[in-house]
């Protein structure tokens, strides 16, 4: 059974820091992309980070390029996303993604809110 499991979200005041996490269970996890999403309410889902693989290369969205920061733990089959100098901006549903064509699997998201 395919899975992926975020955790870390919560409230946390403007410039405060999260990380969150995403654990994957049921298929070869270090074959596969992962990519962050976010979706505020009224708003489509966006990409926020994506990272291969074997974690050789990444990519940012131009919003949080510079505070976040996407990695990977393949022994551990899980992936973080660390959220820097939060914004309220920010606040968002954050889902990980899985893909290798033509597999993609989502997991089931984690609210983030940043907020005073």
């Known amino acids: 059974q395919v899975q992926l499991v975020e955790s870390g979200g919560g409230l946390v005041q403007p410039g405060g820091s999260l990380r969150l996490s995403c654990a994957a269970s049921?298929?070869?996890?270090?074959?596969?992309?992962l990519s962050w999403y976010r979706q505020a309410p009224g708003k489509e889902r966006e990409l926020v980070a994506g990272?291969?693989?074997?974690?050789?290369?990444?990519n940012y969205a131009s919003s949080v390029q510079g505070r976040f920061t996407i990695s990977r733990d393949n022994t551990k089959n899980t992936a973080y996303l660390q959220m820097n100098s939060l914004k309220p901006e920010d606040t968002a549903v954050y889902y990980c993604n899985a893909y290798r064509l033509p597999w993609r699997y989502w997991g089931q998201g984690t609210q983030v809110t940043v907020s005073s």
């Open positions: 049921g298929f070869t996890f270090s074959n596969f992309a």
């Open positions: 990272i291969t693989s074997t974690g050789g290369s990444t």
